[in-house]
C-alpha cells in the first residue's frame, strides 16, 4: 500500500508539471513563431524583468528576490544601465514611464523627458562642434554642452519610488554603483557602440578621459569599463537624496562646468524638476477587447494609438503576417499617423494638442478611408509595372557611416508578483548623448534639445523651460478584465512609435508569443525628425522575397541593406502574463543585448 501511495505521489507530481508546462506551450497556442528566432521567452511566476542587458536585468530580479515590488526593480534596473549601456542612458539623461498600480487599480503616466534651460540661445548652436548622429540617419547634429537638456531621469526614478517603491534610493542602486565601480566587461554590441560613437565624444577632454580606454582608445571585447566617478556620484546620491544633485553640491558643479564649457544648464534649472516631475493621467483606446494605455503628450504615444485603432478596422489575420497587403496598409497607417505627430505633438504647458480630435471615431475612421485609398492606388501602379523590371530597382543605400548599432535609446519593461506592471524607454538622445560630461561627476548629459525644431512657431519648438516633444513616450499597456496582460516598449528614434504597434500586433492579432513576436522581422519608415513625410522603408531580409518584391512593384522604396536582423527596426522588450495560471513571459530583442529573467 505504501508503494502505491508514493507512486500515486509521484503520479500526481508528474501530472501538475506536465500541466505547467501545457500552460506555457498553449498559452499563445496559436502562435505564427518566428521561425529563425532560437531565443526562448523567460518564465516566472514571482516576478519578471525585461531590459536591454542581462545584468541590467539581473540587478532588477536582485531587488525582487528582496521582497521588492516592480517599480523597485525597474528603478534598479534603469540605474544599472548607467554601467552597461552607458552609450544609451543614464542618470543625465531623460525618460518616460507607464506604471501600472495593482493597489490603486490605475494606469498612470510620468513624463521626465527633458526641458529646455532657461537662458538656451538656438543661435550659438552655430558655432557648437558637430559630429555624425549616433541614430544611423546620416546626419550631422550639434553635440556638447549646449544642446543638453535638462536631465529628468534621476527625478523620475526617484518620484516612482517614493510614491509606490518600497525599498530606498541606496539599495536600488547597489548593483548601479557596483557595476560602475567594479567594471562590466564589453560585448560585441558594446564594441561596436563605442565605434560608432568616438566623433561624439573626441571633442570633450573629459568625457575622453573617461570613455575611451587609458584615454585614448574605444573600448573593445574582453575589456572592462568602469566608471568610478559615477559611482562616487551615485553613491552620494542614494545615501543624500536627490536634492544634492538637482539643488546642492553636485547641482553646483554640474552648473559650473556648464558655464565654463559654453552650454546654458544652471542650478535654477535644475533645481525646478523634481517639482516638474509629477504623475498624469495616460491616453488610452480600445483594441480587439482589450484597453490600450499609452503617454500624453509631450510623448508621442498617441501615434500608436492612431496606428492600431486604423487596423482595427481591417481582417489582418485574412491579410496575413508579414504578407503584402497586411505590410502595406500598415505602412500606410504609420504613415499618415507620423504625420500627425509632426504637426502637433508639443509639450501641453504651451501648445494646443488636439488629443481628443485626434483619437475620435470619426477622424480615424477618415484615416482608415485614407488607408485604403492609398493601397488602392498604389495596387493599380502596380498591375501597369513589369515585373520582369523590379531586379533593376537596387536596394538603398545609407552611405558610408555604418548605423548598424547607432541608435542610443533603451527600454525596459517588469511585472511582480502582487500585480504592478511598469515599462520605461529612457534616452540619452545619441550614442552617449550630447557626449558631454560634466567636471569630475562621471555623469553623461544627454542631447535631447537635438530632437526639437530650432525654428519658432511649431508644436515642438524650443522655449525656456519647455518640455521635448518626444518619440521616447511612446510605450503600451494591454489591459483585459481591467488588468494588465501586456506591456511592450521599444528604443529606435521615432522607429519607435512603428516598432512598438508591431510588435503588439504580432502577440494580438497573429497569437505569437512576447519572445516571438520581438524577434519576428520589422520595418520602419525613415521619418526623422526634418524627413517628414517620409520617402523609404527600412526592412529586415527575413520577410518572404515575393513581398518585398511585391511592395516594390506597388513603388515603396524599401532599404534592405542592413540585412535580416536590424537594431534599427528597435530593441523591444516586453512582459506578458497568463493571467489563469499567474505565469509571466518575459520576451527581450535579440538585436541588442537584450535579456529577459524570470523569478
Known amino acids: 500500500m505504501k508503494n502505491f501511495d508514493e507512486l500515486l505521489i509521484l503520479f500526481r507530481k508528474t501530472l501538475s508539471a506536465l500541466l505547467v508546462l501545457l500552460t506555457l506551450v498553449s498559452f499563445h497556442s496559436q502562435a505564427q513563431v518566428a521561425k529563425e528566432n532560437l531565443r526562448p521567452a523567460a518564465v516566472g511566476k514571482m516576478g519578471m524583468v525585461a531590459s536591454a542587458n542581462p545584468l541590467a536585468s539581473l540587478a532588477g530580479q536582485k531587488i525582487l528576490a528582496k521582497g521588492g515590488n516592480a517599480i523597485d526593480a525597474i528603478v534598479a534596473t534603469a540605474a544599472a544601465l548607467n554601467a552597461v549601456e552607458p552609450y544609451m542612458s543614464g542618470t543625465a539623461g531623460v525618460g518616460y514611464m507607464l506604471f501600472y498600480s495593482a493597489a490603486e487599480d490605475r494606469v498612470r503616466s510620468l513624463v521626465f523627458g527633458g526641458w529646455v534651460p532657461k537662458t538656451f540661445d538656438a543661435g550659438s548652436l552655430a558655432a557648437a562642434a558637430k559630429a555624425a548622429d549616433g541614430a544611423g540617419h546620416e546626419a550631422i547634429e550639434t553635440v556638447g554642452p549646449k544642446i543638453v537638456a535638462i536631465p529628468g531621469n534621476l527625478a523620475g526614478w526617484n518620484r516612482a519610488l517614493e510614491d509606490y517603491g518600497t525599498l530606498s534610493l541606496e539599495t536600488v542602486f547597489e548593483s548601479a554603483i557596483s557595476y560602475l565601480e567594479n ?17 561624439r565624444v573626441k571633442p570633450h577632454k573629459e568625457s575622453v578621459a573617461l570613455l575611451f580606454k587609458d584615454g585614448q582608445y574605444p573600448y573593445e571585447i574582453g ?12 553613491r552620494r546620491i542614494a545615501k543624500e ?33 523634481p ?18 494605455y499609452n503617454n500624453p503628450p509631450p510623448g508621442m504615444g498617441l ?3 492612431q496606428t492600431l485603432k486604423i487596423m482595427e478596422g481591417f481582417d489582418v489575420k485574412r491579410m496575413g503576417h508579414n504578407s503584402a497587403e497586411y505590410l502595406a ?28 480630435r485626434l483619437l475620435s471615431e470619426t477622424y480615424l475612421d477618415e484615416q482608415r478611408k485614407k488607408v485604403v485609398a492609398r493601397v488602392k492606388n498604389r495596387k493599380k501602379s502596380a498591375a501597369s509595372y513589369p515585373e520582369d523590371t523590379m531586379q533593376e530597382i537596387p536596394d538603398l543605400q545609407r552611405g558610408t557611416v555604418d548605423p548598424t548599432y547607432q541608435y542610443a535609446t533603451t527600454s525596459l519593461s517588469a511585472m511582480d508578483q502582487w500585480g504592478n506592471a511598469v515599462v520605461i524607454i529612457q534616452t540619452h538622445g545619441g550614442g552617449f548623448g550630447s557626449g558631454y560630461v560634466a567636471g569630475k561627476t562621471g555623469l553623461i548629459f544627454n542631447s535631447a534639445i537635438d530632437w526639437m525644431e530650432k525654428a519658432p512657431g511649431k508644436a515642438n519648438s524650443v522655449e525656456p523651460w519647455k518640455g521635448v516633444g518626444w518619440c521616447i513616450g511612446g510605450m503600451m499597456q494591454f489591459h483585459k478584465a481591467g488588468k494588465p496582460e501586456l506591456i511592450v516598449g521599444s528604443p529606435g528614434s521615432f522607429g519607435i512609435l512603428q516598432s512598438v504597434p508591431q510588435v ?61 536582423w536590424s537594431m534599427t527596426v528597435g530593441g523591444a522588450q516586453g512582459v506578458s502574463i497568463d493571467r489563469e495560471s499567474g505565469w509571466m513571459m518575459g520576451g527581450a530583442d535579440p538585436r541588442r543585448n537584450g535579456y529577459a529573467v524570470g523569478w
Not at 184 to 195: G, L, R, S
Not at 277 to 286: A, F, G, H, N, Y
Open 329 to 356: 496598409h500598415l505602412m500606410e497607417a504609420i504613415y499618415l499617423s507620423r504625420l500627425d505627430t509632426d504637426a502637433y505633438i508639443g509639450d501641453p504647458d504651451y501648445v494646443d494638442v488636439p488629443v481628443d
Open 183 to 199: 567594471g562590466v566587461p564589453i560585448t560585441e554590441f558594446d564594441e561596436a557602440m563605442w565605434k560608432g560613437t568616438v566623433e
Open 223 to 234: 575589456d572592462f569599463f568602469t566608471n568610478k566617478p559615477l559611482a562616487a556620484t551615485m
Open 504 to 564: 503588439a500586433m504580432n502577440y494580438i492579432d497573429f497569437g505569437m508569443n512576447i519572445q516571438d513576436a520581438i524577434s519576428a522581422p520589422r520595418f520602419r519608415w525613415k521619418d526623422e525628425l526634418g524627413s517628414v513625410p517620409a520617402k523609404e522603408i527600412i526592412i529586415e531580409q527575413r520577410i518572404a522575397p515575393e513581398v518585398l518584391s511585391e511592395l516594390r512593384q506597388m513603388g515603396y522604396q524599401l532599404d534592405t541593406s542592413l540585412g535580416d
Open 303 to 305: 501615434q500608436q494609438l
Open 275 to 292: 517639482d516638474r516631475v509629477q504623475w498624469t493621467e495616460p491616453i488610452s483606446i480600445d483594441y480587439r477587447g482589450y484597453k490600450v
Open 241 to 273: 537624496g536627490i536634492d544634492v544633485f538637482y539643488k546642492g553640491e553636485i547641482a553646483q558643479q554640474i552648473a559650473e562646468a556648464f558655464k565654463q564649457d559654453g552650454g546654458f544648464i544652471t542650478v535654477e534649472d535644475l533645481a525646478m524638476v
